[in-house]
């Protein structure tokens, strides 16, 4: 069990992967952790399904980073969604069969054809590069963190709820203060 910032990592760096796009990384992370209740209940492999099906709803693109050469970012884009999450699974986090195929929502043979889907196209796309192609998403996704705007964003909500939950209480308290008032001095014991 991963706690929210971990969770929020995770999401974050495979939606970065997935999508190309670090922005649209932070909306996936929104709709995956932020509406959780309650984060236990949330498994890695269930984790990765909706990172995967928040991240398909946004058009994919090259990563643009130093790090990730160009040529290796635009084959990586110019892969279907599917063969993409299927490479990305195998190749850069080494995730088993069985939960990659619960991650995409389809069979074990269909993951494996998507696989070897993406490994044909990028050994014919990379030649001799796609031997670290893996290793180098890997180094740049662990690079990846949280953007501060998204963890600010989320300090913010945490105050105003906290502040409406004390605005309520004290409201309630009132209201019970002069309701109690209202009776004491209505039936003549004040």
Same mark, same amino acid.
């Given at each position: 069990?991963?706690? $929210? *910032?971990?969770?929020?990592?995770?999401? @974050?760096?495979?939606?970065?992967?997935?999508?190309?796009?670090?922005?649209?990384?932070? %909306?996936?992370?929104?709709?995956?952790? &932020?509406? /959780?209740?309650?984060?236990? =209940?949330?498994?890695? &492999?269930?984790?990765?399904?909706?990172?995967?099906?928040? !991240?398909? *709803?946004?058009?994919? +693109?090259?990563?643009?980073?130093?790090?990730?050469?160009?040529?290796?970012? /635009?084959?990586?884009?110019?892969?279907?969604? /599917?063969? $993409?999450?299927?490479?990305?699974?195998?190749?850069?986090? %080494?995730?088993? #069969?069985?939960?990659?195929?619960?991650?995409?929502?389809? &069979?074990?043979?269909?993951?494996?054809?998507?696989?070897?889907?993406?490994?044909?196209?990028?050994?014919?796309?990379?030649?001799? *590069?796609?031997? %670290?192609?893996?290793?180098?998403? #890997?180094? @740049?996704?662990?690079?990846?963190?949280?953007? *501060?705007?998204?963890?600010?964003?989320?300090? $913010?909500? $945490?105050?105003?709820?906290?502040? @409406?939950?004390?605005?309520?209480?004290?409201?309630?308290?009132?209201?019970?203060?002069?309701?109690? &008032?209202?009776?004491? =001095?209505? !039936? +003549?014991?004040?």
């Amino acid at each position: 069990m991963l706690d $929210r *910032e971990s969770c929020e990592r995770r999401v @974050y760096r495979l939606a970065t992967l997935l999508t190309g796009n670090p922005n649209a990384a932070v %909306k996936v992370i929104k709709s995956v952790v &932020s509406a /959780q209740l309650d984060l236990r =209940k949330l498994d890695d &492999s269930h984790m990765d399904r909706l990172t995967v099906l928040r !991240s398909r *709803e946004i058009k994919s +693109g090259a990563i643009t980073c130093q790090l990730v050469p160009l040529k290796l970012a /635009q084959a990586l884009a110019s892969l279907e969604p /599917q063969q $993409r999450e299927a490479w990305v699974f195998t190749h850069v986090y %080494k995730i088993p #069969l069985r939960d990659m195929s619960k991650a995409m929502d389809c &069979s074990t043979i269909a993951t494996e054809r998507h696989i070897d889907h993406a490994t044909a196209e990028l050994t014919e796309k990379l030649g001799t *590069e796609f031997g %670290k192609a893996g290793q180098i998403l #890997l180094s @740049y996704s662990m690079t990846l963190q949280v953007p *501060e705007f998204y963890r600010a964003d989320q300090r $913010r909500k $945490r105050r105003m709820k906290w502040f @409406y939950r004390v605005a309520a209480t004290v409201f309630i308290l009132a209201a019970i203060i002069a309701g109690l &008032s209202w009776w004491l =001095k209505s !039936s +003549g014991k004040l």
